[in-house]
């Protein structure tokens, strides 16, 4: 992904919330698994432009992808719950609450 955004003044030179936004987006990048190339400013009436990469503000990542489902590791996502047990668990915990509600009554 590249962003792109214009400083209509023709000052190129990126501003303090370019620099947040862009450190932002490098992190949410990493997490989509989507990478950012470049951050470029244009603006005013010339054919200037500011590169983050060229300035190394940004590095190309290197992103490692799975070819098959068996190259995937579930170990970053936690423990998985089995759904059927969680379904289970749920409607026992329901049924607790509508006697419990009953006996209230």
């Known amino acids: 992904m590249i962003l792109l955004h214009n400083h209509p003044s023709g ?18 990048s990493e997490l989509l698994g989507i990478p950012i190339v470049d951050h470029i400013i244009v603006g005013g009436h010339n054919r200037e432009y ?3 990469h060229e ?13 098959c489902c068996e190259d995937i590791s579930m170990d ?12 289970e668990s749920c409607v026992e915990e329901k049924q607790k609450a509508v006697k419990k509600r009953g006996k209230a009554r």
């Open 55 to 67: 300035h190394c503000l940004i590095e190309n990542p290197v992103i490692k992808y799975a070819s």
């Open 11 to 28: 000052n190129l030179f990126p501003s303090k919330e370019d620099c947040g936004i862009t450190d932002r987006l490098l992190r949410l």
């Open 76 to 87: 970053r996502f936690g423990k998985m719950e089995n759904p059927d047990e969680k379904t």
């Open 50 to 52: 500011f590169s983050f």
